[in-house]
């Protein structure tokens, strides 16, 4: 039972955030590209999905979205005390645009 909703909030959580991230693309595709990590190809491949295609997808079992940071100095300083939000969210920017891009293999 615990197997099974597990499965499905991860579904749920996929197609939340493919829909999400296709409104994104649709809207601006740089603007897109910089807030999710994602490369030109992956951004027009995910723009030109069908509903259809994005429901199949999200139903994996696998979490389609990942954290951007994976490495504990940089989730710290992201969460340091003392900061505006505004210094805050500039300093994830910067960051998170050092990032290597993601590449469609």
Do not use: W
């Amino acid at each position: 039972m615990a197997e099974t909703t597990t499965t499905n909030e991860i579904g749920d959580l996929n197609l939340t955030y493919l829909l999400l991230a296709q409104r994104l693309v649709r809207e601006d595709v740089a603007t897109a590209m910089f807030r999710m990590g994602l490369s030109r190809e992956l951004a027009d491949l995910l723009g030109s999905l069908s509903l259809s295609q994005i429901v199949k997808l999200a139903g994996s079992s696998l979490l389609l979205c990942r954290f951007r940071f994976d490495d504990h100095p940089v989730l710290s300083a992201l969460l340091s005390d003392g900061k505006t939000l505004a210094l805050q969210q500039a300093h994830t920017a910067i960051l998170l645009s050092g990032q290597q891009i993601e590449a469609v293999h």
